[in-house]
């Protein structure tokens, strides 16, 4: 089952796509997520009865979103009564959302999207936002402040809106905690087999820079269990990875990296640009060829940069014998998942 950061997160895509957002959906969302989370919040409809305040709190939130790592604010769902809906306001909840927010958009690379949702107790107004490059200020009472989305660490978290430090928003504005963000989307994995005795499997991913700044000394690497102890896995990167052995013996941890296969080193990717990347695992254990079995293996993979920490994902899936196999042969059935609220399990079985 998927946890609940993941479900709130998915929710946040789903409101960017073009697929429409429907009472059922919003009835669904209530059971994947029936808490707040970083990524979602609930407003009871009845806030619209004061809309100078609250277009006041549409502000907040959606700064607080966009500061962090982007967001859904749910407008028309009490949580004490279990109702949806909101109250007339003598215009389209879109019109007015679209209004109150008039003053952040300059500070979006992409405006928030607006979703006014029909239920049968009334229309919800869903607001959207991406993690935007720089901060986003709210002007309040003659003063800029920009506010974040907070949570704490307890078994129900709770979450809150909090202005940042002046120190802090220094910090970023004046760009000493600048850092890239990168992600990684499988291509393919192709592979092909020596002498029937060693495997190795190719990795091509692209890399997405969602931010409008260079990405530089870019490069990707890999973890996993190999047949050659090759002894370059740190006792760092062992505490970034849940490292557990399989039933396939004299296996050896093995970091491998893009670095190895570029030519010119680490390399540069420009503003909002894509580029492809392989990473090579080699070494391989080979499936028994008389029970025409396959390998089942889950790889750590990572993106880095010269500003960023390394953002991690779970490689997982299965390859048979290749002697069969060209080396352009795709193989089915692989997936890369991003790493949020663990670490990377790295393993190999028969």
Aim: a neutral charge; proline letters at 8%.
């Amino acid at each position: 089952m998927a946890s609940v950061l993941s479900n709130s997160r998915d929710f946040l895509a789903s409101c960017f796509s073009s697929r429409s957002i429907e009472e059922a959906n919003l009835v669904q969302l209530r059971v994947d997520v029936p808490n707040e989370t970083l990524y979602l919040d609930y407003k009871a409809g009845a806030e619209l009865n004061d809309t100078k305040k609250a277009a006041r709190t549409l502000r907040q939130y959606v700064a607080g979103f966009a500061n962090v790592d982007g967001g859904v604010l749910v407008v028309g769902f009490d949580e004490q009564s279990n109702s949806w809906g909101c109250p007339k306001l003598g215009t389209t909840l879109t019109e007015w959302a679209s209004r109150s927010l008039q003053p952040l958009l300059p500070f979006f690379l992409g405006p928030p999207r607006i979703i006014e949702v029909p239920t049968t107790t009334g229309p919800v107004l869903l607001i959207a936002t991406r993690r935007t490059p720089g901060l986003v200020p709210v002007s309040e009472d003659g003063e800029l402040k920009y506010y974040v989305r907070l949570g704490e660490s307890t078994v129900a978290p709770k979450f809150h809106l909090a202005p940042m430090p002046g120190p802090l928003v220094a910090d970023i504005l004046l760009g000493r905690r600048g850092q890239s963000d990168l992600r990684l989307v499988l291509a393919k994995v192709t592979g092909y087999q020596k002498d029937r005795s060693l495997t190795s499997l190719s990795i091509r991913f692209t890399v997405d820079n969602v931010t409008p700044g260079f990405a530089d000394r870019v490069h990707a690497g890999a973890v996993y269990w190999a047949v050659q102890d090759q002894g370059n896995v740190s006792e760092h990167l062992r505490t970034l990875i849940d490292a557990r052995p399989g039933k396939i013996a004299s296996l050896s941890l093995t970091h491998t990296s893009s670095r190895d296969f570029e030519k010119r080193g680490p390399f540069t990717i420009g503003p909002l640009e894509r580029r492809l990347v392989d990473i090579k695992l080699s070494h391989l254990p080979t499936p028994n060829p008389i029970r025409r079995g396959t390998i089942a293996m889950s790889a750590g993979i990572y993106i880095s940069s010269e500003t960023s920490v390394p953002r991690w994902y779970q490689l997982s899936g299965n390859y048979p014998e290749l002697d069969n196999y060209v080396p352009d042969y795709a193989l089915p059935g692989w997936s890369l998942s991003p790493s949020e609220d663990t670490v990377p399990v790295v393993t190999t079985s028969s």
